[in-house]
């Protein structure tokens, strides 16, 4: 059954990205899909038969050849009738194309309109329509296995089953409060709190992979930061195994952020190196050092970089950023042994580099343990959080059985929002929004 009323207007796009290929897609949905194939290729084809067509705009005059794909309802990725129309890649046909479509009665679709259908239709839950998005932006192979996960129902199955242990705690604890007139019994307190345990202990284990799955998703950003002249830049080329960033003896050479994105352990890592920290009244270097400032700012991990051969380094980073000390050149100074904690390296021979990388993805919080993770948004780890905090509260109000009953219910709300069960509208807009359009 339809998760709602989804508007009964047929619309189309171009589903293929934009530039020029051998094949582009002209997508449709909607009860005018048959209609619109009867005008532009023809006739209806046979229900998922691949189907040679050529394409005629309303007036009859030829735009292409190519394949017409035609998929009933309720058998299609919307859940309407969807109507694809394959044909050259080139931007001037498929805008032509397009334009047949939308004069035989269809509508240009909004970003994401197609896959907000098929949830609306019951085709995917939200957390599944989410994944798509999140498969076709994965920034690495991990990334992608575990969107593909998420939109094979894993993640949605993992939240349902912790929906189904608080749907039965809360129908234990109901049916008590329907008797007001009786005491409840230690028995009936006793197997609610170990209920509330197991579930908690389910809730901990979701929430641990979807925080590891997040970094999947979003990527660590690691920002390389210290005095002029340590070796932040030749650091940046040794880990992106590449003469990235410009390496001279000159200090202030490095003005701007520059960024490397690199891969460890199936992570993402975004590399950003900055202009050395000092005392300057150069204005260009003093611009760049306040783009370092904003840099340290938004990183989750920095990486604070010291010359082994003088010591010194950079002064302490507000707030709660992971802080890897390194001390580069380290070849230069051989017998060298860092304080504690530190890492030492040479950006010139490769010392500490395979040190260095399983800091990196440590202090970011990742953990490849093998266990499938789950690419969860920021809106997944809010909703799981908050889950979580009723259910502590919950605990703690074992002795007024209401309370305990209201935060179950808050907890219960709040893991529905993530697939959908409960969600407002102008969230769907502004996940959907996000989509690309002919998605």
């Known amino acids: 059954?339809?998760?709602?009323?989804?508007?009964?207007?047929?619309?189309?796009?171009?589903?293929?990205?934009?530039?020029?290929?051998?094949?582009?897609?002209?997508?449709?949905?909607?009860?005018?899909?048959?209609?619109?194939?009867?005008?532009?290729?023809?006739?209806?084809?046979?229900?998922?038969?691949?189907?040679?067509?050529?394409?005629?705009?309303?007036?009859?005059?030829?735009?292409?050849?190519?394949?017409a794909l035609y998929f009933p309802a309720p058998h299609s990725y919307t859940g309407e009738p969807v109507l694809e129309l394959h044909g050259h890649g080139g931007p001037v046909v498929l805008g032509m194309l397009l334009s047949a479509c939308l004069d035989a009665g269809a509508r240009l679709a909004e970003p994401g309109e197609f896959t907000r259908r098929a949830f609306l239709e019951g085709r995917l839950d939200l957390a599944q329509a989410e994944a798509i998005a999140d498969l076709i932006d994965a920034s690495s192979q991990e990334a992608a296995r575990s969107a593909l996960r998420s939109l094979s129902g894993e993640f949605s199955a993992a939240i349902d089953a912790l929906r189904t242990q608080l749907v039965e705690l809360r129908a234990l604890t109901e049916a008590q409060l329907?008797?007001?007139?009786?005491?409840?019994?230690?028995?009936?307190?006793?197997?609610?709190?170990?209920?509330?345990?197991e579930v908690q202990a389910a809730l901990d284990e979701v929430l641990a992979r979807s925080r590891q799955g997040s970094l999947l998703r979003s990527g660590i950003h690691v920002?390389?930061?210290?005095?002029?002249?340590?070796?932040?830049?030749?650091?940046?080329?040794?880990?992106?195994?590449?003469?990235?960033?410009?390496?001279?003896?000159?200090p202030g050479t490095t003005r701007d952020a520059?960024?490397?994105?690199i891969h460890i352990d199936g992570v993402a890592v975004v590399l950003v190196d900055t202009a050395g920290l000092r005392e300057s009244v150069d204005e260009v270097e003093k611009l760049g050092?306040?783009?370092?400032?904003?840099?340290?700012?938004?990183?989750?991990?920095?990486?604070?970089?010291?010359?082994?051969?003088?010591?010194?380094?950079?002064?302490?980073?507000?707030g709660s950023v992971e802080r890897i000390e390194l001390y580069n050149k380290a070849d230069l100074r051989p017998g060298f042994i860092p304080p504690s904690g530190a890492?030492?390296?040479?950006?010139?021979?490769?010392?500490?580099?395979?040190?260095?990388?399983?800091?990196?993805?440590?202090?970011?919080?990742?953990?490849?343990?093998?266990?499938?993770?789950?690419?969860?948004?920021?809106?997944?780890?809010?909703?799981?959080?908050?889950?979580?905090?009723?259910?502590?509260?919950?605990?703690?109000?074992?002795?007024?059985?209401?309370?305990f009953a209201e935060e179950l219910r808050l907890a219960h709300d709040a893991l529905s929002a993530i697939t959908g069960a409960f969600t407002a509208d102008d969230l769907l807009g502004e996940i959907f929004g996000r989509f690309c359009i002919g998605k």
């Open 1 to 67: 059954m339809p998760r709602g009323e989804a508007a009964r207007d047929t619309i189309a796009a171009v589903a293929t990205p934009p530039g020029r290929g051998g094949i582009g897609i002209v997508r449709v949905s909607g009860p005018q899909a048959s209609r619109i194939a009867e005008k532009v290729a023809g006739s209806v084809p046979p229900p998922r038969v691949a189907t040679l067509a050529r394409f005629k705009d309303t007036s009859g005059a030829p735009i292409d050849e190519g394949i």
């Open 178 to 197: 329907d008797f007001p007139e009786e005491e409840l019994d230690g028995i009936h307190r006793e197997d609610a709190g170990k209920r509330l345990i």
């Open 223 to 250: 920002v390389l930061a210290g005095p002029p002249n340590v070796g932040k830049s030749s650091l940046l080329n040794r880990l992106a195994g590449e003469e990235r960033a410009i390496v001279t003896p000159i």
């Open 258 to 261: 520059l960024r490397e994105t």
């Open 289 to 318: 050092m306040a783009r370092t400032q904003a840099e340290l700012e938004r990183a989750d991990v920095v990486l604070a970089v010291h010359d082994a051969t003088e010591g010194g380094g950079l002064r302490p980073v507000a």
């Open 343 to 403: 890492i030492a390296v040479s950006a010139k021979t490769g010392q500490g580099m395979a040190d260095l990388r399983k800091a990196i993805v440590q202090a970011a919080g990742w953990s490849n343990t093998g266990e499938s993770v789950f690419l969860a948004r920021e809106r997944h780890l809010r909703a799981l959080a908050a889950a979580k905090e009723h259910l502590a509260q919950a605990a703690a109000e074992k002795k007024r059985w209401e309370l």
